[in-house]
Structures are given as C-alpha cells and as structure tokens.
C-alpha cells in the first residue's frame, strides 16, 4: 500500500487559484457583454444615419454654402465621394466599426472638427453633475432609510411619502421650480455663471430628487427584511444602539439592490443632464447634443448617443465589482 504525498502549500494554494480563475472568466464574460452592447448601440447608430443618408448631403452643402438652395447632383457627388456615401452600405458599416474600434467617431459637419474632441472638451461638466447627483441621491435615500425604516410610526409614515414623491417628480419640472424660487426669488444660487461649485447646487438636487425615491424605495424593502433577521437581534444584545445597528449592520445588507439600480440610475442621470443642463444654461453635452441635432449633424448625435452608451456599460460592470465589496459572500 503506497501512500502519496501531498505538499500542503499546493492544496492550500488550489481553492485561492481556482477562485481567480473563476473571478477572471466572470470579468471576461462581463467585459464581452458590454462590448456586444456597445455593438449593438452602434448598429443602431449605423442604421439611423443610412435613414438619413439621402439628407446628409444637402445639409453638409447647406453649411460650406451658407444657403438653403436644392444642391446641384455634382455637388451632391462631390460630397458623397468625399465622405463615402455613395459607397455600398456593407462597405459604409465595416468602414464605420472599424473607426470606431480605433476610437474615431468621425468629424463633425458643421464644426468641422473631430467627434471626439467636440465630446472630450465637454464630458467633463456632464460627469461631474451626473455623479455629484448620484451622490446626493444616495445620501438623500440613506438618510430617510435608517430614519423611518420597520419604525410604523409617523418618520416612517414621512419617509415613505416623500420618497413615492420624489419618485414621481419630472426633472424638468423640479428644475424651473428650484430655479425660480432659489435663484430668481432668494437669489440664495446663480441664475447663471457664478461659482461652478455653487452653481452645481440646483441642477445636482433637480436630477437626484426622483433617483433618490427610487433607490429609497428599493433600499427600505430590503432593509426592513433585514431588521427582522438574527443578526440584528445578537447586535441589540451586545449593547449596540438601534441607530448602530440600523447604520453599521442593516444598511450593508440593504445597499445591494440599491447598488444594483446604480447602474441603470449612472445612464438615466447623465441622459438626464441633457435637459438639466438646458434648463440651467450649464455647459456640457446637453447643449452639444441640443445644436448637434438641430442642425443634422449626425456624427457629433452618433457619438453622444455611443459615448452614453459606454458609460452605462461601464458603470454597470463597476457595480458588479463593488457587489463583493459589498457582500464577502459574493467573491465566491
């Protein structure tokens, strides 16, 4: 009878390896989902443009010309041989998802610049309003959480009232109301210009209000759930506060769901901050995606819509990292 010999530091090592192993093959597998949603957003994009692509010549000659005249069929051909639309739509679509797969969005028609530098030099404002809101939403629906949660009282009777109204506030509504009282009436904010970080005040809380009653709620279902298991109880016995436990112990294991909304509340709010930005005049997307469309320029609309897209991708891959940060439980 032979007896093999097994190194401990080996098989102490496989169950470490065949998690990495299965960690990469599930970051792997979110990363190619993503890319074939960034696909998919693309061909969409391709699509809408060779619904256009009888127009898009006209109005490319309408700006180099500064009229609305019918254009000449030589000045037609001249432009689609320049911008390749009279080649085969095959040939327009693999050209297309070629350039972008090297990150070129193509050059606008009117400002006769790069997509990607006219994007570049305003996606900035955009993200910083888009995620200061999601900020403040989550605090917003935090706050009245652990205040009103499993109480059956009037916080929770309050709580629940003003996240179904939150929920049911339209931004734009919210907008020209906080704008007016706040900014018209108080004259507490800027109108216009000011401080940018007092300037970000009012647009930040239009766009979180209905984001924050929609996460309160998703959070308050799974902590009540919570309360009642024996966790909570052990934690009581150890001394901990109610408010200890409610914030240390119940929150961590309500956050999940909110967690998982987070990422679809990343892409509604920077698509939010279209209209936001219009209604306070701030700059950013909303006013380049505004005068893109008005004057047809596809490639600078195509490239808002595919870079939004990106966005949400990548803030729903990052969601499902920080789930186990979250939850230990989940790494596994």
Do not use: C
Request: proline residues 4%.
């Amino acid at each position: 009878m032979s007896v093999v010999a097994t190194d401990p530091i080996a098989a102490a090592a496989a169950p470490s390896r065949r998690r990495g192993r299965s960690t990469a093959r599930w970051f792997a597998t979110r990363v190619i989902s993503g890319i074939g949603v960034l696909w998919a957003a693309a061909t969409i994009a391709f699509l809408l443009q060779t619904v256009t692509q009888s127009g898009r010549a006209k109005h490319i000659i309408d700006q180099l010309t500064g009229t609305q005249d019918n254009p000449t069929k030589a000045q037609v051909a001249k432009i689609d041989k320049e911008y390749g639309f009279g080649a085969s739509i095959w040939h327009q679509y693999f050209s297309y998802i070629g350039n972008l797969a090297h990150g070129n969005l193509g050059v606008s028609y009117y400002q006769h610049q790069p997509v990607t530098t006219i994007i570049g030099q305003q996606i900035g404002a955009t993200l910083v309003l888009t995620f200061t809101a999601l900020a403040l939403a989550w605090i917003l629906a935090v706050v009245l959480t652990v205040l009103g949660a499993g109480r059956h009282n009037i916080w929770s009777a309050i709580s629940n009232f003003l996240q179904m109204l939150a929920a049911s506030l339209p931004s734009y509504w919210v907008g020209t109301i906080l704008l007016v009282i706040f900014g018209v009436q108080l004259r507490i904010f800027p109108v216009l210009g000011g401080n940018p970080v007092v300037a970000l005040v009012l647009p930040a809380v239009t766009m979180a209000l209905p984001v924050s009653g929609f996460l309160g709620q998703v959070i308050q279902d799974e902590f009540s759930s919570a309360l009642e298991q024996p966790f909570v109880t052990t934690s009581r016995s150890r001394g901990i506060t109610d408010f200890g436990v409610r914030l240390v112990h119940v929150l961590r294991h309500a956050t999940l769901p909110g967690l998982t909304l987070s990422g679809w509340a990343v892409g509604y709010l920077f698509s939010n901050a279209v209209l936001v930005e219009q209604v306070f005049d701030r700059p950013g997307i909303g006013g380049v995606l505004t005068t893109s469309a008005s004057n047809g320029d596809v490639p600078l609309v195509t490239g808002v819509v595919l870079t939004s897209a990106a966005i949400y991708v990548i803030a729903n891959l990052v969601v499902d990292v920080l789930y186990g940060l979250v939850d230990p439980r989940l790494r596994t």
